[in-house]
């Protein structure tokens, strides 16, 4: 039986969605258990009765980081908030995994103060996984943890996202790839050329070179290396670009009773585009290089997300992907 435990606390939609998510994951799932972590006092009638399951048991929390607070201020001031308590359960070996869409810097803390660092892993990063017009997506990496990073631990990235896209998402041979201003192994600042070689030198590893922020959602590679400024940048102008595109051909072909017409023909493939970019459907994304795992969620997450977000962590635990990711790291360094 795996065991997740859930901040039920964090998100734009807390506590609903949350234990919505897990209540269809307990359901779809015999072999999860879910312990939700927050104030009860703070749900309604019918959250209550959700949250009601064989296999769903509760935590209580009294304090809740915000988003607006200080990310390492408030782990330390905040020990009894459903984020870090959600942490300390993984810690102590009461849940395989934490999951939580609360504040991104608190939850990043709270995993490097009471869990640490994997052995080796000179620095952790937060992921995203990215929809792709050709195959199964992107994994993106770091995407806001670490906004000035060495070479080697651009290296450390590139080994943990293949790993992990081998392990949870079943590519057979993941191509790595550098997020780079030209495709030529000698375009970009210093960081990007000595990290190039550093992922070049590795056989293993599956490295296709650099690749152009363009050529991002094209299908050339399944992981993503970047720094945590450009890694975040890129993220939110896809997340903007796609929100704002879907807005507008909406109200293009709801402008007339013409363009109405027009919708019916091929409202099934626009349904199934704006599927196939809808993050609640991807769910979560692990933060990589901490000695246990930790998933982090979309603040806008529904509960289909966290849903998603559970199924994934659920297959990450049961696949012992954490121990191939301290071997590959180890032969990394020894190499």
């Given amino acids: 039986m795996v065991t997740i435990a859930l901040d039920v606390m964090g998100g734009d939609w807390a506590p609903g969605a949350a234990i919505r998510g897990a209540r269809q994951a307990v359901v779809e799932n015999g072999d999860v258990r879910v312990l939700l972590v927050g104030d009860w006092g703070q749900l309604t009638a019918e959250e209550r009765e959700v949250a009601t399951h064989t296999r769903l048991s509760w935590i209580q929390a009294d304090e809740v980081i915000l988003n607006a607070d200080a990310p390492v201020q408030a782990v330390r001031q905040k020990?009894?908030?459903s984020l870090v308590k959600t942490i300390r359960l993984v810690r102590d070996g009461e849940a395989w995994a934490a999951i939580s869409a609360g504040?991104?810097?608190a939850l990043m803390a709270a995993g490097l103060f009471v869990l640490g660092r994997l052995e080796g892993i000179e620095r952790p990063a937060l992921t995203a996984?990215?929809?792709?017009?050709?195959g199964w997506g992107v994994l993106m990496l770091d995407v806001g943890a670490n906004l000035d990073p060495r070479p080697y631990q651009l290296?450390?990235?590139g080994v943990m996202g293949s790993i992990y896209c081998r392990e949870v998402y079943g590519v057979e041979e993941p191509r790595v790839a550098l997020l780079n201003v030209g495709v030529e192994a000698e375009k970009g600042p210093p960081l990007m050329r000595h990290a190039y070689q550093?992922?070049?030198?590795d056989p293993q590893l599956g490295f296709v070179g650099n690749l152009e922020p363009r050529e991002l959602l094209q299908g050339q590679a399944d992981v993503v290396v970047t720094d945590g400024f450009?890694?975040?940048?890129?993220l939110k102008a896809i997340e903007g670009a796609a929100r704002d595109i879907f807005r507008e051909v909406r109200q293009a072909l709801l402008g007339s009773w013409r363009h109405k017409l027009g919708a019916l023909l091929v409202q099934d493939g626009f349904r199934a585009?704006?599927?196939r970019w809808d993050y609640q459907e991807q769910g979560g994304a692990p933060l990589l290089g901490l000695k246990q795992i930790v998933y982090k969620c979309h603040g806008a997450s529904d509960a289909r997300a966290f849903l998603r977000t559970i199924q994934r962590a659920a297959e990450y635990c049961q696949r012992d992907s954490q121990s191939r990711i301290l071997e590959g790291i180890q032969r990394g360094a020894e190499a």
């Fill in 198 to 201: 550093l992922l070049k030198n």
């Fill in 79 to 81: 020990r009894e908030s």
């Fill in 155 to 157: 290296y450390q990235y």
């Fill in 129 to 134: 996984i990215l929809p792709s017009f050709h």
């Fill in 273 to 275: 585009l704006s599927k």
């Fill in 230 to 234: 450009a890694g975040n940048v890129a």
């Fill in 103 to 105: 504040n991104t810097g």
